[in-house]
Nanobody, 125 residues
Framework: QVQLVESGGGSVQAGGSLRLSCVAS???????MAWFRRAPGKAREGVAA????????YYADSVQGRFTISQDNAERTVYLLMNSLKPEDTAMYYC???????????????????WGQGTQVTVSS
């Protein structure tokens, strides 16, 4: 199982930006890296994912055009750049890894076998 450590969360005002980082203990076995979030009182939902080998990316409609997922293979790190943040983006953000993902499976929790502990993002209006 891959160990994942997130960082970069914090508190910002609406319209601001944050960049989350997720460092993986092993990258060769992680063919898909994703970010999920869970807002208070809501279920965990997929935010973005990318294939570490092919570079394909997937985004939730709610963040499309505002968030960007990227990777640094040499550093075994996946990033989530979040721009134009809104109060509804407030949530605990989790990094996840799986052996692969596609346009259907990427947002399903069951697709992932490794999870980080999460990093809190709070956006104030």
């Amino acid at each position: 199982q891959v160990q994942l450590v997130e960082s970069g969360g914090g508190s910002v005002q609406a319209g601001g930006s944050l960049r989350l980082s997720c460092v993986a203990s092993e990258y060769r076995r992680s063919n898909c890296m994703a970010w999920f979030r869970r807002a208070p009182g809501k279920a965990r939902e997929g935010v973005a994912a990318m294939s570490t080998s092919g570079g394909a990316t997937y985004y939730a409609d709610s963040v499309q055009g505002r968030f960007t997922i990227s990777q640094d293979n040499a550093e075994r790190t996946v990033y989530l750049l979040m721009n134009s943040l809104k109060p509804e983006d407030t949530a605990m953000y989790y990094c996840a890894a799986s052996f692969g993902c596609n346009s259907v499976s990427w947002s399903r929790l069951i697709s992932y076998n490794s999870w980080g502990q999460g990093t809190q993002v709070t956006v104030s209006s």
